[in-house]
C-alpha cells in the first residue's frame, strides 16, 4: 500500500468514526464504533478508534463522570444511650 493510499484510508476511517458518534447522538464509545465499522466492512482496532477520537475531541456522554451520592459512613444511629445498656 502506498503512503498516498494509507493516508486517503486513514482519513476514510476518521470521517467514518466522526459520522457514527454524531449519529448516535455522541453516546458511542469504542465498543459501538468498532461494531458499526464492522458492519461497514472496516477492520480498525479499539484503540485506534480511542486515539483518532481523542485526537477529534470526541467524548462519549456516558464517559463523562457522573455525580453519585455517597453514605456518609456506618448505619450506628446518633441515639444516645439512655438506659445504660451494655453493647
Not at 456516558?62 to 441515639?79: C, D, I, L, R, W
Request: hydrophobic residues 30%; charged residues 30%; contains cysteine.
Amino acid at each position: 500500500m502506498s503512503l498516498s493510499n494509507w493516508k486517503r484510508n486513514k482519513t476514510d476511517i476518521t470521517s467514518a468514526i466522526i459520522e457514527i458518534f454524531h449519529k448516535s447522538r455522541q453516546n458511542y464509545g469504542t465498543r459501538k464504533i468498532k461494531q458499526e465499522l464492522q458492519q461497514l466492512r472496516k477492520t480498525v482496532s479499539r484503540r485506534r478508534i480511542c486515539r483518532i477520537m481523542k485526537a477529534q475531541g470526541l467524548v462519549s456522554s456516558y464517559t463523562v463522570a457522573q455525580f453519585k451520592p455517597h453514605s456518609n459512613g456506618s448505619n450506628e444511629s446518633e441515639q444516645t444511650n439512655e438506659l445504660n445498656r451494655d453493647f
